[in-house]
């Protein structure tokens, strides 16, 4: 599903929720009058008092009087109305449309406003929903990012700390997200397992949704399971998703069975989203070497050219977070 397909679901879902709200109001007004038919008689009267005030306004635009009688005579009703609902403890909105967003009156629009918040919120629900990482972006986010969880001590193979080059990703990602989708290039983490490499998808995952574009996460089982499925007519929508979303992230590449059309099948993918100006986030264990083993010198020959390929290092950080 796209960004315009959401846009169409969202608005059916508020037609949908107009239409029940029109029902649900035409179902208490028969049930009042099925318990006080004086409700709707005065009801009736009051709406004929109306109707016959205006045709003798229109009858003598002149007459004086006419407006003050019908607002004397509306008065009356009105309070007679209101007594008998209050003996019988019936609300005295019975007969308003209950609204989930007063503010738009479940239309999504405000006049001179635009858009309503409700209306905002309900299509990030809906692009939050379909990334398939709902429950990561609750725990996953930068608010949640504890950079003192990685250590201080400088790896001379890299000439860095962990903690200050889990500084230097936190900043570029945030930068990824703010040069979205003008960046020139996909992201791949790579390093072994519990340095952080999901959690940094999620939150640019969740910043990029947070600014409009839609976002699928995978993991990498599931993708070729997919691809498979394709050749035999199964998943094809889906397989289609993986195509058309604006960013995708395939989680633990690598941990897949290996499969005979696996290289080719995550080639084309890449090669398809590239062309047309899509991103991709990889997460994977497996070094450079180790990649370009599993999936061909063509998909390495691609990562250097299209990818900013990010190390994580230290100890896994996990342990320290339970």
């Known amino acids: 599903m796209n960004s315009e397909q959401a846009l169409e679901k969202i608005i059916d879902e508020y037609e949908k929720l107009r239409a029940e709200n029109a029902k649900k109001r035409e179902n208490s007004i028969a049930i009042v009058y099925a318990k006080c038919p004086q409700i709707r008689e005065i009801d009736e009267k009051m709406n004929m008092l109306g109707q ?71 299509v990030l629900d809906c692009m939050y929903e379909q990334s398939n990482m709902k429950e ?22 890299y000439g860095k700390s962990p903690k200050e080059n889990m500084e230097n990703i936190k900043l570029f990602c945030e930068r990824y997200i703010e040069e979205f989708p003008d960046n020139k290039k996909s992201l791949c983490f790579y390093g072994d397992t519990g340095l952080g490499k999901t959690f940094m998808s999620s939150c640019i995952a969740k910043g990029i949704i947070d600014k409009g574009y839609t976002v699928l996460y995978i993991r990498s089982p599931k993708l070729f399971k997919l691809f498979e499925d394709e050749k035999f007519g199964r998943n094809v929508d889906k397989v289609q998703e993986l195509y058309e979303c604006d960013m995708l992230v395939v989680d633990d590449l690598g941990t897949e069975p290996d499969g005979k059309n696996n290289p080719s099948y995550l080639l084309e993918l890449i090669n398809e989203r590239i062309m047309n100006n899509k991103k991709v986030i990889l997460n994977t264990n497996l070094n450079f070497i180790g990649m370009e083993k599993k999936y061909t010198k063509r998909f390495s020959s691609r990562l250097i050219e299209s990818f900013n390929v990010l190390l994580f290092f230290g100890k896994d950080i996990r342990q320290k977070i339970k």
């Not at 009356?76 to 019988?88: A, D, G, P, V, W």
């Not at 930068?142 to 400088?154: A, G």
């Open 136 to 157: 990561l972006f609750k725990t996953q986010n930068f608010e949640n990012f504890n950079i003192n969880y990685y250590s201080n001590r400088v790896y001379d193979k």
């Open 52 to 122: 016959n005030t205006l045709r003798e306004i229109l009858k003598n635009p002149d007459k004086k009087g006419l407006k003050e009688d019908l607002h004397n005579k509306y008065i009356i009703l009105k309070q007679k109305r209101k007594e008998i609902l209050e003996k019988n403890g019936i609300p005295i909105d019975f007969d308003k449309t209950k609204y989930r967003c007063d503010r738009c009156k479940d239309s999504g629009y405000i006049e001179g406003v635009g858009r309503c918040s409700c209306f905002s919120q309900r």
